[in-house]
């Protein structure tokens, strides 16, 4: 019996475009969740929360503050942070609060041979007057991150947090559309 040259060649697509759809470079595209609207990064907001920031771990112990933090000025903060290093490990942040969980994306560079679009799902919590950050999900790529190493970046999360806090004492955080309020008395 003698091959059909039309069939082999539809044979070799068929397996190239499967490699293609299983290949590392899928692994390294993700279905990442999106804010649900678009979040512009600037300076001058960054520099509003950061200044807000100060105010409110500035004033006198026992005084009592409220802060509220929008997308955008978070995303701009930490975007403007990461542009401070020269080769920072993300691109392109973008960090949004909804349905009471706090939803990170971005783009993982210089770590991998390749670029890829991450995702976090996080939720807060106070405890001790403190608050403490647990990832639920997250993605690089394709593939889920596994539940150790969440526990890892859960816990040096929650240490960049806890530096942050130096001296106040949370006593209310609440994630709402588009917004992050934290109150709270410095100590």
């Not at 930490?78 to 920072?88: D, H, I, M, R």
């Not at 490990?89 to 990170?104: A, C, H, N």
């Amino acid at each position: 019996m003698q091959e059909q040259p039309g069939l082999f060649r539809l044979l070799v697509a068929i397996l190239v475009l499967f490699g293609m759809g299983c290949g590392p470079c899928n692994l390294l595209s993700a279905n990442v969740p999106t804010p649900p609207h678009t979040i512009t990064v600037s300076t001058e907001a960054a520099a509003q929360l950061e200044s807000r920031i100060q105010q409110n771990l500035g004033g006198e112990p026992g005084q009592q503050f409220i802060m509220r933090m929008s997308d955008a000025e978070v995303t701009s903060l930490v975007a403007t942070k990461l542009a401070q290093y020269s080769e920072s490990p993300v691109e392109d942040p973008q960090i949004w609060f909804t349905r009471g969980k706090i939803y990170g994306t971005g783009r993982l560079v210089n770590v991998l041979p390749l670029q890829a679009r991450f995702y976090v799902v996080a939720m807060a919590r106070i405890e001790d007057g403190r608050v403490v950050v647990s990832i639920e999900e997250s993605s690089a790529g394709a593939l889920p991150i596994p539940a150790g190493v969440l526990s890892t970046i859960s816990r040096s999360i929650n240490e960049t947090v806890d530096e942050l806090q130096l001296e106040v004492t949370v006593t209310a955080f609440e994630i709402l559309e588009g917004e992050l309020i934290v109150k709270g008395i410095r100590q």
